[in-house]
């Protein structure tokens, strides 16, 4: 039998917190899942962690050698066998009614293509730094020259890391999967693609968290993801009915949303 939803973890170096990450999904209230986990050609302890939790729901697979992030993210999602599928980071976390309650509303609105829910920024103890961030003005179903405009104005990512996002397979191969054209804002583009295919759905709660730590790809690329933020939002412009106003107000939101994620990466001890 296929589950419904199947989680997929890409796993590079991960042992430092990949237990937690899985232990999370494992705690869900709902339960018929699919979890996959992809070891990116490295050896580590991460086999032996997930070993130890013993759940038949746990698939591990492994790359022969290491691929670049968009691949093996990729991969992760062609590996999954589900209608519904979520990509989590292998140092973030979901809490406990994140797939019970995404599920239940990709089942309600089935002209959504992805829905997204607001999260919680933690430090490398698991500590609150931010909470219930992201989906500003995108609360509720949103089509894409709407989310288009929450993009421009935000100058930044409104909808939020993979954790947050459950999408359907289905829109995900007929959008490509993941671009190496835009590496640094994979998500980003990928949910923008995404919306080709279908509405967004924005939730109110906070059902994941995003973890800050100093060996995160986030914190290590912060003047590159600037001038991709910068690609990505004239690539969407040049698709969308944009007014000029919300391009304005989106270059002095983007300033000031890289000097408040500083703020919260030293809040992190990033």
Not at 21 to 39: I, M, N, P, R, Y
Not at 67 to 88: D, G
Not at 142 to 159: C, D, F, K, L, S
Request: hydrophobic share 45%; charged share 25%; proline share 4%.
């Amino acid at each position: 039998m296929v589950a419904p939803v199947c989680v997929v973890v890409p796993a590079y170096r991960a042992e430092r917190f990949i237990r937690s990450t899985v232990e999370s999904v494992l705690a869900q209230t709902f339960g018929d899942f699919e979890l996959v986990v992809l070891e990116n050609g490295v050896t580590d302890d991460t086999a032996a962690i997930i070993g130890g939790l013993a759940d038949p729901r746990i698939r591990l697979e492994r790359n022969e050698t290491v691929l670049p992030m968009t691949k093996n993210w990729n991969r992760a999602v062609e590996l999954s066998r589900s209608p519904l599928v979520k990509l989590l980071c292998a140092d973030d976390v979901i809490y406990p009614r994140c797939l019970e309650t995404q599920v239940a509303a990709m089942r309600v609105r089935r002209s959504a293509a992805l829905v997204a829910c607001r999260r919680d920024l933690i430090d490398v103890d698991g500590a609150t730094v931010s909470a219930a961030g992201c989906l500003r003005g995108l609360l509720g179903r949103h089509t894409r020259e709407q989310v288009a405009r929450a993009i421009v104005r935000h100058g930044g990512n409104p909808i939020g890391e993979p954790g947050s996002v459950l999408f359907r397979r289905e829109a995900f191969d007929a959008a490509g999967g993941f671009s190496a054209d835009q590496p640094l804002l994979m998500d980003l583009d990928m949910w923008v693609r995404l919306l080709d295919h279908g509405d967004l759905i924005g939730q109110v709660d906070s059902l994941a968290a995003f973890r800050l730590h100093d060996t995160s790809t986030t914190s290590r690329v912060a003047i590159e993801q600037k001038a991709a933020q910068a690609t990505l939002i004239r690539d969407v412009v040049a698709r969308n009915p944009v007014p000029i106003a919300d391009r304005v107000i989106g270059v002095a939101a983007g300033h000031l949303g890289r000097l408040w994620w500083n703020h919260l990466q030293a809040k992190a001890g990033t």
